[in-house]
């Protein structure tokens, strides 16, 4: 089996497109460069848009796509020669993760790509992820992360992914909708960020960004779809990326050349309407997401009409994971009746969580933003006020508890995140309320370094000016 490193050096490339711009640059006309034993990370950054990953294969490099961007029976005529990268990996020092368990998932995941779907049209991958090292750690943002500017923080690690306890509203959330408990994010040429139980379709997934591959929704088991989990399926394009050298810095140089001659057949489809819109509605609950439960999914089956009957489930279901996708369809349904049960539960809540119950409780305070402005008592408002002070969480001694018995204090991830649920809400009286808790906040000396910074983007997106987003360092997608 040939083993290559990830980072690749297309300085040689350039140099041969300044000869003969007409002539296609392939992969064979590069060495392949090594990285020894070291700690520093491949040299990527993201390209403009996914599709330039995928045009460099599209114009005649060893690569072959399909028409419809669906998996074929492997019948290119394009060998599949095995590859393995070589990743490294670091976690939170709040986060424990062990060797032993990066090397599970790297072997999970590699079976998963080798194996062929019987569900979706799939063709065998023969690729590799070996861990680099040992896993390092950092501590360079919240072990919750709940800003663009922290997961900016985590992105600027050292290693190919990073792993984190959870991850809030980040990745490029365009609107109050897309709000959401993300597993993964990654950018194209860069790295990956992970949570802490994310599963091994979803470190294979990220992979699968980072070498330049979009989303594509045609089947509940493509690996690369947009929000479903326990996947695998790949076609060809998506085979032969996972089997090349990620795109190096240098191959942003030809964005304007493979913009202009992209080919149609690496576009991602759009989704299958019939086959979404006629998933059982209790499947749709009792699933977990890649970055929440899809608004899409909501609005096609639309359960606006139905958010009583909702509610009632969400008072009877036994299921922490299920009733935190039921609280995002009742705050998506701005159903004001939930707005007593989710306060009740913020009030109330005390003692050790696990990470789904972590889950609900985030969700409780996302949804309580989005139905803030329909509650004219204020009384919605008022909590998300109140809570998004730390006091208001330490006299109940909350704490996720971490696979080692360690407990990681919730107190000021929680008043960020229900900062960041007032950013969601319509209320005409939350930005000045946000500003006086920026004044607040910097007249005193606040413990929390990431506090202001949250309030500066609760005030960005209700302004609707994207900034927090926009202002990343890079484009990234769950």
Same mark, same amino acid.
């Given at each position: 089996m040939e083993t290559r490193r990830v980072r690749i050096d297309l300085n040689r490339r350039l140099e041969n497109e300044a000869r003969n711009p007409h002539k296609p640059l392939c992969d064979n006309d590069l060495p392949t460069t090594t990285r020894g034993s070291r700690r520093q990370p491949s040299n990527r950054v993201r390209m403009a848009s996914s599709i330039l990953a995928t045009a *460099?294969?599209?114009?005649?490099?060893?690569?072959?796509? +399909? !028409?419809?961007?669906n998996g074929d029976n492997g019948g290119s005529g394009n060998e599949a020669k095995p590859f393995t990268f070589q990743i490294s990996v670091a976690r939170h020092v709040d986060q424990p993760l062990s060797d032993q368990r990066v090397n599970r998932v790297f072997t999970t995941a590699n079976e998963l790509l080798l194996s062929d779907d019987e569900e979706c049209p799939d063709v065998s991958c023969p690729v590799t992820f070996e861990r680099d090292g040992l896993v390092d750690t950092f501590d360079v943002s919240p072990a919750i992360v709940t800003t663009e500017a922290q997961l900016d923080a985590v992105f600027d690690v050292a290693a190919d992914i990073k792993v984190v306890s959870l991850m809030v509203g980040v990745c490029g959330s365009p609107s109050a909708d897309d709000v959401s408990l993300v597993l993964g994010c990654a950018f194209t040429g860069g790295s990956a960020v992970l949570v802490q139980d994310a599963p091994p379709d979803v470190w294979a997934h990220e992979w699968g960004h980072v070498q330049g591959l979009p989303h594509r929704n045609d089947c509940d088991r493509n690996l690369m779809h947009a929000f479903e989990l326990e996947t695998n399926a790949v076609n060809t394009t998506e085979r032969d990326a996972f089997l090349s050298p990620t795109p190096g810095q240098n191959f942003l140089a030809f964005k304007t $050349? #493979?913009?202009?001659? !992209? %080919?149609?057949? $690496? &576009? @991602?489809? %759009? &989704? +299958? &309407?019939?086959?979404?819109?006629?998933?059982?509605? +209790? +499947?749709?609950?009792?699933? =977990?997401?890649?970055?929440? *439960?899809?608004? @899409?999914? #909501?609005? =096609?089956?639309? *359960? =606006?009409?139905r958010s009583g009957e909702l509610l009632n489930r969400l008072q009877q279901e036994p299921s922490p994971r299920v009733r935190a996708n039921l609280t995002r369809a009742l705050g998506l349904a701005r159903e004001l009746a939930a707005c007593e049960s989710f306060i009740g539960s913020c009030e109330s809540i005390a003692g050790d969580l696990n990470i789904d119950e972590l889950d609900e409780l985030v969700e409780q305070i996302i949804a309580l933003g989005r139905l803030a402005d329909l509650d004219e008592s204020s009384q919605t408002t008022d909590l998300l006020f109140a809570a998004s002070d730390p006091a208001f969480w330490a006299n109940r001694d909350l704490n996720l508890v971490l696979e080692d018995g360690r407990r990681l204090n919730l107190n000021e991830s929680l008043a960020r995140i229900c900062v960041m649920g007032m950013g969601l809400t319509k209320n005409p009286t939350v930005p000045e309320r946000l500003r006086e808790l920026k004044r607040k906040a910097q007249a005193s000396q606040l413990a929390d370094p990431w506090f202001i910074p949250q309030i500066d983007e609760a005030l960005e997106r209700i302004a609707g000016t994207g900034k927090y987003a926009k202002g990343a360092k890079s484009v990234r997608v769950p």
């Open positions: *460099l294969w599209a114009t005649g490099c060893g690569v072959t796509t +399909d !028409a419809n961007n $050349v #493979f913009e202009e001659n !992209a %080919s149609p057949a $690496v &576009e @991602t489809p %759009s &989704e +299958d &309407e019939s086959a979404i819109a006629s998933k059982p509605t +209790d +499947d749709i609950f009792a699933q =977990r997401y890649l970055a929440g *439960l899809p608004s @899409t999914l #909501f609005n =096609r089956h639309n *359960l =606006r009409i």
